[in-house]
């Protein structure tokens, strides 16, 4: 029951970040802020930017706060404010308004580093993989439901004039329906927020004080370490930090290019795709989260570890990526059976790898640090993922113009830089070392 509360929750925060994808360009020419029909894309890159800059400034103290009076009221409060700021996004009439909410929703909704801390506390050791990888699995199926929702429920009075009538509270406001169906969700699960356990200072069976007794020497070893005054001083939780900063910029940035390469023209290296055929390709890779996390990563886990696990997948990351230049050649159930298995793969892989990271940053700090050390991973993984749609965007851009090129001509240059190369190398020594607990494990 606690960890369906942790998925839960975890969806409700995740769907708006990007709920407003599929309306934005639309959205801000209504809101008629851009002089000319080009300026669009410039207006809307900054909406859609203000989320991730306003969670990036806010990260660290969401953190400390969890640490200080508990996960609950940071879990139940960033709910109220997903209910609250994504109701008058939808309701907004002005760029300046939309700009704003957006900005304070990231702010406020403080949940990615207490969800994280507080789905291995809510259960024993043997099942941290389980709950971690839940938090993932949530978050990347709101990742996706949220512009299905977005898709299928904006502008409804033109999509659906036989239900919805132009002199209707939607029909002044086209984009409010998605983001009320988000705000509804989250209504709902803030309400079963008040059956939520808090797992700061908890005592509930002598099962889990033995098992706090047993564990005291380990923590008393980082007691005794000048790691447990500072986080920055902490080497095996800096080093994990810094391959989940790697790997959310590559997440980030193939999720861009991929959608950009499968609709671009086959003469530039793509596949010519409709958006409702991407569409579909990332509707299924979202929905075999699911079964994967469900089925088999536990097995995953307990045969490899975090650590084996992760340099395994990032390992096979590589290889899928190097096949997308080439599905260019297929075409019909071919190219249907390559893609929509290379977008399954890719996106079990990826879950694999993240909660890997997250069980090694959790491992490395005390529980009392655990909210601020997923804080101000948070902040740092924001600002990367900032920066990646930029980057993803110039890259395919310039590869574009390669298509011509002797050796590796522009789409097979994009994918080969996509590949997280440089992340697998910081999974190994030097550049990571593992905590006490595991480094023993292993």
Request: hydrophobic share 50%.
């Amino acid at each position: 029951m606690e960890l369906f509360f942790v998925a839960v929750t975890t969806l409700a925060s995740s769907l708006p970040i990007t709920c407003l994808f599929p309306f934005l360009y639309f959205m801000v020419r209504d809101l008629q802020v851009a002089q000319t029909e080009e300026d669009i894309g410039y207006y809307a890159g900054f909406l859609g930017a203000s989320y991730m800059v306003g969670r990036s400034f806010a990260a660290i103290f969401w953190g400390v706060v969890a640490d200080r009076i508990g996960r609950k009221p940071v879990i139940v409060f960033s709910i109220l404010s997903v209910v609250i700021f994504n109701t008058l996004f939808g309701l907004s009439t002005k760029y300046w308004m939309a700009l704003t909410t957006r900005f304070v929703l990231g702010a406020l909704n403080g949940l990615l580093a207490p969800i994280k801390a507080y789905s291995i506390e809510v259960c024993q050791t043997e099942h941290h993989a389980l709950g971690l990888s839940i938090v993932n699995t949530a978050w990347g199926l709101g990742l996706v439901i949220g512009p299905a929702l977005g898709g299928y429920l904006a502008q409804p009075v033109e999509k659906y004039p036989h239900v919805f009538s132009k002199e209707s509270v939607l029909g002044r406001f086209p984009y409010l329906l998605p983001c009320l169906s988000v705000s509804f969700f989250a209504a709902i699960v803030l309400i079963s927020c008040i059956w939520l356990p808090e797992t700061i200072h908890r005592h509930k069976s002598p099962e889990k004080d033995i098992k706090r007794i047993k564990e005291l020497p380990l923590q008393q070893a980082y007691g005794d370490s000048p790691r447990k005054k500072s986080l920055f001083q902490n080497w095996p939780w800096m080093s994990t930090m810094i391959s989940y900063c790697f790997f959310g910029l590559h997440d980030t940035a193939y999720s861009e290019i991929l959608s950009l390469w499968a609709v671009s023209d086959r003469k530039y290296g793509g596949l010519s795709f409709s958006s409702e055929d991407i569409g579909d390709v990332l509707a299924v890779a979202g929905a075999s989260l699911l079964a994967y996390q469900l089925i088999i990563y536990h097995w995953v886990h307990k045969f490899l570890g975090p650590i084996i696990s992760l340099r395994i997948a990032s390992a096979l990351s590589i290889l899928i990526l190097s096949t997308y230049p080439f599905m260019t050649y297929l075409s019909g159930a071919e190219l249907s059976f390559a893609l929509y298995s290379a977008a399954m793969m890719k996106t079990a892989l990826a879950i694999t790898i993240s909660t890997g990271i997250c069980l090694l940053q959790n491992n490395a700090v005390l529980q009392e640090q655990r909210g601020t050390a997923n804080g101000v991973s948070t902040t740092a993984m924001s600002f990367f993922k900032a920066i990646a749609p930029v980057g993803a965007g110039v890259l395919f851009s310039w590869a574009q113009k390669r298509q011509d090129a002797i050796f590796f001509p522009g789409d097979q240059v994009v994918f080969l830089m996509l590949v997280e190369l440089i992340g697998l190398i910081f999974t190994f020594e030097p550049f990571m070392v593992l905590p006490a607990a595991l480094d023993e494990c292993s």
